[in-house]
Structure formats: C-alpha cells, structure tokens
C-alpha cells in the first residue's frame, strides 16, 4: 500500500474511532472535539510534518494486578504511557499503539483494546522528520489500552531512560499531564 493511501486510511480510521468513542471525562470530550476539527484538514493531520497539530498513538499497558508500566521519557523528562507518532505502515490508530507499545516495552504478545481509553491535546517540540529539528507543534493523542500477558519482562527503548511498573495510588514524579486520567478508564475495561 503507498504511502498517500496509507495516510488516508489512516486519517479515515481517526475520524471514524473518534466520531463514534464515547468521553471517558469532560477534558477527553474538549480533546476529541478539538481533535475533530484538526482532522477536518484531511489526512495531513495525521502526519508529524502538519505543525498546525497531528494525531499521535499510545498505550496505556496494564497487568493482571492492575499496575501500569510507564516510561520515563528520555528527552522530557516525565513519567507517561508508551507511544508516539503514527507510521506510513499503520492501518488504525490502534494499531499504530499497539506498535508503539511493543516497540518502546519491549513485550510481546500485549493485547489491544481497540476502543480508545483517552484523548489528550498537548503542546511539544517534535522534528517534522526523523532527525529534524525540534519546532513547537500539537499532539492530538489518542490512547488505548494494552494488557499485559502475565510473566513477560520489559525492555527500555532508545525512547525512553527508565520503564517501570506502577500502582495507580503510587505513582512517579513528574508526571506528564494527563496521565492520570486515563488510568481509571483503563481499568474499568480490565475488571
């Protein structure tokens, strides 16, 4: 599948998961709407060199006891959810958080609720390519939740400076904003 079309499958696959995703709090309802609108620029929303905004995807992966493994992130210096920007080869926003949670865990073998647990709308510095420069941009990120298979051992990425397993009620500092909302979705779905 080329590139462009790629991008347009993906942008359709935004706009149908977030038309039809039911808030989990009033800031992931303004985060969705907002979203929307960002999409209504076409599939180029989707893509890292939009520095009006893009949509990003994460995940949120939770294990058996309910912690949640959060990645001391290398350039920010805060504790958050795996995840990223979207790639030519991802067909959903889901599977592009998949993706982003193995590649940045190190686990196989995560399984993917494909109903999004969050949407969060967040001021950064991204390069518009791999290498690039930082320049002041939006993440649109949607995040989903991974579930972890029970015995699996994390790997730290090249993305991240530490991984670590979390308590909700015991988490690390800094946190990144927003990463507290979407624990409570996350594990309503694995109750």
Known sequence: MGELLTIDVL??????????WAAT????AL?????????????????????AGHVTASALIVDGDGRVLLCLHGRLGLWMQ???????????????????GTE???ISGLVLDPTPIDVDVHEVRCGAAEGAPAEPSV??????????????????????????????????SP??????????PALARIR
Request: net charge negative; proline share 4%; hydrophobic share 40%.
């Open 11 to 20: 942008h359709a696959d935004a706009l149908r998961v977030l038309t039809g």
């Open 25 to 28: 709090s009033d800031e992931a």
């Open 31 to 51: 985060a969705q709407k907002r979203t929307l609108e960002l999409l209504g620029d076409g599939p180029v929303a989707m893509s890292r060199a939009h520095r």
């Open 82 to 100: 795996l995840g990223g920007h979207c790639e030519a080869d991802d067909v959903s926003l889901a599977a592009a958080a998949l993706r982003e």
């Open 104 to 106: 940045e865990s190190g």
């Open 139 to 172: 993440h649109n990120d949607v995040r989903f939740l991974l579930r972890c298979p029970a015995g699996t051992v994390e790997r730290i990425s090249d993305e991240s400076a530490e991984l670590g397993w979390f308590a909700p009620g015991d988490l690390p």
């Open 175 to 184: 946190l990144a904003s927003g990463t507290v909302r979407q624990i409570a």
